[in-house]
C-alpha cells in the first residue's frame, strides 16, 4: 500500500498508540469496578447498587409500616432508573440484604422465599415482596433535609444520593464483602452496641488507642453465631492494620444419651457456610473412612441449627473427635478482614479500626451541620410567613378592602404594610375559613417557639463541642434502639479460647489396630497385623543371609523412634509401613540414613519417657523422648559424636529407676547414682567411665532396691543386690564384672 493511500484510510480520524489505549481504558474500567461497584463507602458502608436498591424502595415509600411490593416493581425502578444492570444481579443484591443468616442487622424485610442457611436461592422476583426496615430508614434520615449531596443518573433525568445519611455504622455493623481489580475487600459483620460504645469513647478521647477501642469491640457478630477461637493478639493486629482473620468454629454441645451413650449436637455454624453442603461433605468423609472417630451425622434442623454426630464408639473423646472435625471441615473457618474502603467515596485505601469508625463520626458531624442549616432556612421562612399574618390579623379590616377592591392587591400589601414578597403572597393564600382561627396568642407563641429553636441551632452551630454532644446523643439512641438487650442486638457470636487438646490429630484421623513391628539385622522393616506372640515371632522369616533384631507391639497411631549410630533419630509413622507380607522394605526408604549408619535402637514412642544414650568414646546423658521426635525424613541431631565414635546405646529408662551401671569393653563395671547424669535435649554429654585401652561396651539403668540384672549365656537372668565393690562417682574407672558376667560385656 502506498504512503498515500494509507493516509487516506485515516482520513477524518487521529491515530492513537494501540498500547495507551489499552492502558486509558483499561485505567477507567478498574476505577469504575473499584468506585461504582466493588467497594463500599466508607460513610455509610455501601456500594452503589445497595445505595441504589435502598433509594429506590425509599422513594416507593417502602417503609417499613407501608405495604409490601413485588421486588420485581422495585427490580424495575432500580435498573430503569438508577442502575444499568442485569436485572439478576440486582435482585440477588435485594435477596442479600433480606436474609438474616447473610445480614447481621437486615435493611428490607422479605415476604415470600428469599432462600435459607442450607444453600438454596431466593424464588423469583416476580412472587416476592419487600420493604424496608427500621434500620435502613435509620440508614435514610435526613434525606430530604439536604443531609448529603445528589448526582444525575446514568441518563440525567433523575437525581440520587452521592452517599446516604447514615444514622446507622453500617460499615462495621453488616460488614462488606468485594473483588474489583487489583484490590479485594472483606469486612466482618459486628455487634452495634459495642461499635456504639468505642464511638461514644473515641467521641470523649479522639486520640484513643485501637487497643483500647478493641476493649469496647472483641471481635466480630456473625449472624449465623459460632464461636471466635482467634488469639487476642491477633485480633488486635488486625483492627490496627486493617487486615487479617478470624478463626470461627461451629457451636456445639455433648447430648447425654443415657447409659454411657452420648452424641454431639451443633448448633451454630460458621458464617457464609451452606449447611446442606456441609453435611454433604462430612458423610463423604466418612464413606471415605478419614474420619475414623465418627459414625454418622444427621441433620434434624428445623427452624434453628441441628446437627446430629454420632461417634463410633462412646469411650471417644469428644474434644478429640470434633478438632477432627475442625480440621477437615468447614465446621471452622477463616473470616478474613481487609478494611479496604472508599475514603470519602473517592480514594480507595485499607483504613483500621479507629479510621473507620472516626469516618462515620465526621460524616455525621456533616449530615448534622447540613440539616441544621436547612432547618435555620425553614424557621427563617416560616418566621417572615408568621409575622406577615401577625400584621393582616391586627389589620384584618384593611387587608380585606385592598384584597377586594384594589388591582394589585399584593403590591398595595407590600407598600401598604412594608411585607416582603412572601408575606404578602402567604396573606393572599389565605382561605377565608383561617381568618376566624388567625389568633394573636396563637402566632406568637408558635413565633416564639420558632425564635427558641433558631438560638439553639445558632448556638449549635457555633459550638463544635455542642456538635460532638448532640452526634454522641445520636449515637446513645441507636445504642438503645438495638443494643444487646433488645431480641436482635444480642450478641450472637461467643468470643472464647479454642480447647487446648494434647493430642496428635494426624494419629486419630488413623484406626487404631494392633500391629507387630519386625525389623532385620540389615534394617529391611515391616508391620504384621496383631500382636504375635512368641512361638509366632520364632516362626518368622527374613532374607537369606539376614537375621532378626527388633520385634516390637504396637498401634497403627503410634509413631516408632529409630536410634542410628550417627546420634541422629529419625520418626516413623507405624500406619505407613510396609505390610507383613515378604521381608518388608529397606528403612532407608522412609528415612535419610546414612548407609554407613548402623540401627542402634528402635522404640515406640512414649512422650512421657526419657531415654538414656551413650557413646563408644564413654559419653553420655538423658534425654526425653518428645525432644527426639524428628519432623523431616533428615532425622534430628541429639548426641553429637566424632568418628571414629558413635552411637552405641539408647536405653529408655524405667520409672523408679535411680542408678546407672556402666560397662566398658575391658570387662570393668562402674554403678553410680543416675542423678549425676544430666537431662539435656542435645550435646556430647558427660563421662560415664574412664578408660585406658578400649570403650564403652554397655550402659544400663536400674533400681537399687531391685538390684542389677543381666542375662547369662544361658538366657537365664542373674540378679546382683551387693553392690558396694562397684559403687564409685560418675567417670570413674570400675572394677572387675561379677563372675558371670556375659563375655560379650553386654546386660542383654
Not at 631 to 642: L, S
Request: neutral net charge; proline residues 4%; hydrophobic residues 40%.
Amino acid at each position: 500500500m502506498s504512503e498515500h493511500a494509507g493516509n487516506d484510510s485515516l482520513a477524518g480520524g487521529e491515530a492513537v498508540s494501540l498500547k495507551e489505549a489499552l492502558e486509558e481504558r483499561y485505567l477507567a474500567y478498574a476505577l469504575s469496578t473499584i468506585m461504582h461497584r466493588a467497594l463500599p463507602d466508607v460513610r455509610d458502608g455501601l456500594k452503589p447498587v445497595h445505595r441504589r436498591l435502598l433509594y429506590a424502595m425509599h422513594v416507593l415509600r417502602l417503609d417499613p409500616r407501608a405495604g409490601f411490593k413485588k421486588c420485581a416493581r422495585v427490580v424495575g425502578d432500580v435498573i430503569g432508573k438508577y442502575h444499568p444492570h442485569g436485572d439478576q444481579a440486582v435482585y440477588d443484591a435485594m435477596v442479600r440484604l433480606a436474609q438474616d443468616f447473610a445480614v447481621r442487622w437486615p435493611l428490607i424485610e422479605g415476604q415470600g422465599n428469599f432462600g435459607n442457611i442450607d444453600g438454596d436461592g431466593a424464588a423469583a422476583y416476580r412472587y416476592t415482596e419487600a420493604r424496608l426496615t427500621d434500620i435502613a430508614m435509620a440508614l435514610l434520615e435526613g434525606l430530604e433535609e439536604d443531609a448529603v449531596d445528589f448526582r444525575p443518573t446514568y441518563n440525567g433525568e433523575e437525581e440520587e444520593p452521592v452517599v446516604l445519611p447514615a444514622a446507622f455504622p453500617n460499615l462495621l455493623a453488616n460488614g462488606a464483602q468485594g473483588i474489583a481489580v487489583g484490590m479485594a475487600t472483606s469486612v466482618p459483620p459486628h455487634n452495634v452496641e459495642e461499635i456504639c460504645n468505642a464511638a461514644l469513647h473515641l467521641i470523649k478521647h479522639p486520640n484513643a488507642s485501637i487497643e483500647k477501642l478493641a476493649e469496647f469491640i472483641p471481635g466480630p457478630d456473625l449472624p449465623t453465631g459460632g464461636v471466635l477461637v482467634e488469639p487476642r493478639e491477633s485480633i488486635l493486629k488486625a483492627y490496627e492494620t486493617g487486615r487479617g482473620g478470624f478463626r470461627l468454629r461451629a457451636k456445639w454441645e455433648k447430648e447425654d444419651l443415657g447409659r454411657g451413650q452420648w452424641q454431639v449436637v451443633v448448633t451454630e455454624i460458621p458464617y457464609q457456610v451452606a449447611k446442606a453442603k456441609l453435611v454433604e461433605k462430612i458423610a463423604e468423609l466418612i464413606a471415605a473412612r478419614k474420619l475414623p472417630l465418627l459414625d454418622d451425622v444427621r441433620d434434624e434442623s428445623a427452624e434453628d441449627v441441628r446437627l446430629v454426630l454420632v461417634p463410633k464408639s462412646r469411650n471417644v473423646d469428644a474434644l478429640v473427635l470434633m478438632e477432627s472435625l475442625f480440621r477437615l471441615t468447614e465446621l471452622e473457618v477463616r473470616v478474613p478482614l481487609n478494611m479496604n474502603v472508599l475514603d470519602g467515596g473517592r480514594v480507595p485505601r485499607v483504613m483500621n479500626l479507629r479510621e473507620v469508625i472516626r469516618a462515620w463520626l465526621e460524616h455525621r458531624m456533616d449530615v448534622l451541620i447540613r440539616r441544621t442549616y436547612w432547618r435555620l432556612e425553614k424557621i427563617a421562612h416560616r418566621m417572615e410567613v408568621l409575622e406577615g399574618l401577625l400584621v393582616a390579623y391586627l389589620n384584618i379590616d384593611e387587608v380585606i378592602r385592598i384584597i377586594r377592591f384594589e388591582d394589585d392587591p399584593k403590591a398595595e400589601l407590600m407598600g401598604r404594610f412594608g411585607l416582603t414578597e412572601v408575606q404578602a403572597e402567604a396573606i393572599l393564600n389565605m382561605r377565608l375559613r383561617a381568618l376566624n382561627k388567625l389568633q394573636e396568642i396563637e402566632i406568637r407563641r408558635e413565633h416564639e417557639e420558632l425564635a427558641k429553636e433558631r438560638d439553639e441551632l445558632q448556638e449549635l452551630l457555633a459550638s463544635e463541642d455542642k456538635q460532638w454532644s448532640r452526634i454522641a446523643w445520636e449515637v446513645r439512641s441507636i445504642r438503645e434502639r438495638w443494643g444487646k438487650k433488645t431480641g436482635l442486638g444480642r450478641r450472637r457470636t461467643e468470643v472464647a479460647q479454642a480447647p487446648a487438646v494434647d493430642i496428635d490429630l494426624d494419629a486419630v484421623m488413623v484406626e487404631k489396630e494392633p500391629i507387630t513391628v519386625v525389623c532385620s539385622a540389615k534394617g529391611w522393616i515391616r508391620a504384621l497385623k496383631g500382636h504375635l506372640d512368641e512361638a509366632a515371632q520364632q516362626r518368622l522369616s527374613y532374607k537369606e543371609g539376614d537375621a532378626g533384631r527388633f520385634v516390637l507391639h504396637a498401634y497403627t497411631t503410634d509413631k516408632l523412634l529409630l536410634a542410628s549410630s550417627s546420634g541422629r533419630f529419625y520418626t516413623l509413622d507405624a500406619a505407613k509401613l510396609p505390610g507383613g507380607r515378604g521381608a518388608g522394605e529397606p528403612v532407608r526408604l522412609s528415612i535419610d540414613m546414612a548407609a554407613e549408619d548402623d540401627i542402634v535402637a528402635l522404640l515406640v514412642h512414649d512422650a512421657k519417657a526419657r531415654l538414656l544414650v551413650a557413646s563408644s568414646e564413654g559419653n553420655g546423658f538423658i534425654v526425653k523422648e518428645a525432644d527426639v521426635v524428628a519432623t523431616t525424613r533428615k532425622g534430628k541431631q541429639v548426641v553429637n559424636v566424632k568418628p571414629p565414635a558413635k552411637l552405641v546405646v539408647c536405653r529408655r529408662i524405667a520409672p523408679g529407676d535411680d542408678m546407672v551401671a556402666v560397662a566398658g569393653e575391658n570387662r570393668k563395671l562402674l554403678v553410680f547414682p543416675i542423678d549425676e547424669l544430666p537431662e539435656m535435649a542435645r550435646g556430647k554429654g558427660v563421662r560415664l567411665q574412664r578408660y585406658k585401652d578400649g570403650g564403652l561396651a554397655d550402659v544400663i539403668t536400674f533400681s537399687r532396691a531391685t538390684g542389677l540384672q543381666w542375662l547369662d549365656g544361658g538366657g537365664r537372668t542373674r540378679t546382683v543386690t551387693e553392690l558396694a565393690e562397684w559403687l564409685g562417682k560418675r567417670a570413674g574407672a570400675g572394677r572387675m564384672a561379677p563372675r558371670g558376667f556375659p563375655r560379650c560385656n553386654r546386660f542383654n
